[in-house]
């Protein structure tokens, strides 16, 4: 199970690479972090209507911050360009060093 989520998060996050042009591993982190922890720690035990209420919030509410993380990360793409094309730049977060 730990190789499909692992699988899974990289080709997302390879996919989104490619579509937006930079680098920003939040759906890595999400598909292999959370995904691999809920399944170890609730290995099956997870059955009933209220877990799926959950499993629903946290779909939604994991749409809308990487829709948020990846709008912040595209804006500090264009408003504060590359000072030096080294490879740490290149895989860093702009967002987290970007204020225009």
Same mark, same amino acid.
Request: hydrophobic share 50%; proline share 5%.
């Given at each position: 199970?730990?190789?499909?989520?692992?699988?899974?998060?990289?080709?997302?996050?390879?996919?989104?690479?490619?579509?937006?042009?930079?680098?920003?591993?939040?759906?890595?982190?999400?598909?292999?972090?959370?995904?691999?922890?809920?399944?170890?720690?609730?290995?099956?035990?997870?059955?009933?209507?209220?877990?799926?209420?959950?499993?629903?919030?946290?779909? /939604?509410?994991?749409?809308?911050?990487?829709? /948020?993380?990846?709008?912040?990360?595209?804006?500090?793409?264009?408003?504060?360009?590359?000072?030096?094309?080294?490879?740490?730049?290149?895989?860093?977060?702009?967002?987290?060093?970007?204020?225009?």
């Amino acid at each position: 199970m730990l190789i499909v989520f692992l699988f899974s998060a990289f080709f997302h996050e390879y996919i989104l690479t490619l579509s937006f042009g930079f680098f920003y591993p939040v759906t890595f982190v999400l598909f292999a972090g959370t995904g691999v922890f809920f399944n170890f720690v609730f290995n099956d035990k997870r059955k009933g209507p209220v877990w799926n209420i959950i499993i629903w919030i946290c779909l /939604s509410l994991g749409q809308a911050i990487v829709f /948020s993380l990846y709008s912040q990360e595209w804006f500090a793409h264009v408003h504060c360009p590359l000072k030096e094309k080294t490879f740490w730049e290149l895989v860093t977060p702009r967002s987290w060093y970007c204020h225009p």
